[in-house]
């Protein structure tokens, strides 16, 4: 089964910009999360969507929004791009089974450079 | 809100030995899954190893294994025959099991630097 899949794995913006990423989850799941990940802050929670619907939201502005497909397939978009938005951003998915629901399986993330 | 310590910015172990990540995490719920993931210098999070917290048994998958101490909340990672596969950054997560896995998803620790002296 093919792993969860991120599309572009990089990425340069410029201050203003605005971005979109891509996270395919493997075939199957319906839940999909997204995850900033920097040196000063490590990983922090963005948020969570299941069934095209945002089931749980972090603690980021309002820049940072997602949506999710009926295929599953899920986008984020940063708005106004801002240098401290230069990061590693991770998609993962988890499966229906109740028994491991909870579990995360990752892509191999987008780098965003943000100039 | 839940939060996942790791004590260890880095540790070093040799080849073959035997290594143990520390983690510990605060929280009032009484149900949860913790969990350790590694992420290579590819980057890629790839999970390790799975612990629910109602289970009293320890977690093992191959050479990882965990040391699970719920009262002392307490969930350390213990990584036999070391090879150079293993170096890696180690994060502790911690994840709610309420409905809906609660408003945080993963809880992440920073993670310990793991290297593997040959």
């Known amino acids: 089964k093919a792993g969860v899949t991120q599309t572009p794995r990089y990425l340069i913006k410029t201050r203003g910009q605005q971005v979109t990423l891509s996270c395919s989850p493997i075939?199957?799941?319906?839940?999909v999360s997204w995850y900033q990940q920097t040196p000063g802050q490590g990983l922090q929670f963005l948020f969570e969507?299941?069934?095209?619907?945002?089931?749980n939201k972090g603690n980021f502005p309002g820049r940072f929004s997602g949506r999710q497909f009926s295929n599953s397939r899920s986008e984020m978009n940063v708005s106004t791009l801002e240098l401290g938005d230069s990061a590693l951003y991770l998609c993962?998915?988890?499966?229906?089974?109740?028994?491991?629901?909870?579990?995360?399986?990752f892509g191999p993330g987008t780098r965003l450079l943000v100039l | 809100a839940q939060t996942v310590t790791q004590s260890q910015p880095e540790m070093s172990v040799q080849e073959a030995e035997t290594v143990t990540l520390s983690c510990t995490y605060d929280t009032s719920e009484s149900d949860y899954y913790l969990f350790w993931y590694k992420q290579p210098p590819s980057r890629q999070m790839i999970l390790v190893i799975r612990?629910?917290?109602?289970?009293?048994q320890n977690a093992t998958e191959n050479r990882f294994s965990v040391n699970f101490q719920k009262a002392a909340k307490s969930f350390s990672l213990k990584i036999s025959d070391s090879q150079l596969g293993d170096a890696a950054m180690y994060f502790c997560a911690y994840r709610s099991a309420e409905t809906g896995g609660g408003a945080d998803g993963l809880t992440f620790g920073k993670g310990t630097h793991l290297i593997i002296q040959p």
């Open positions: 612990q629910e917290a109602y289970k009293q």
């Open positions: 075939s199957g799941h319906r839940s």
């Open positions: 993962a998915s988890s499966p229906l089974d109740p028994s491991r629901q909870e579990t995360q399986y």
């Open positions: 969507y299941f069934s095209e619907t945002q089931r």
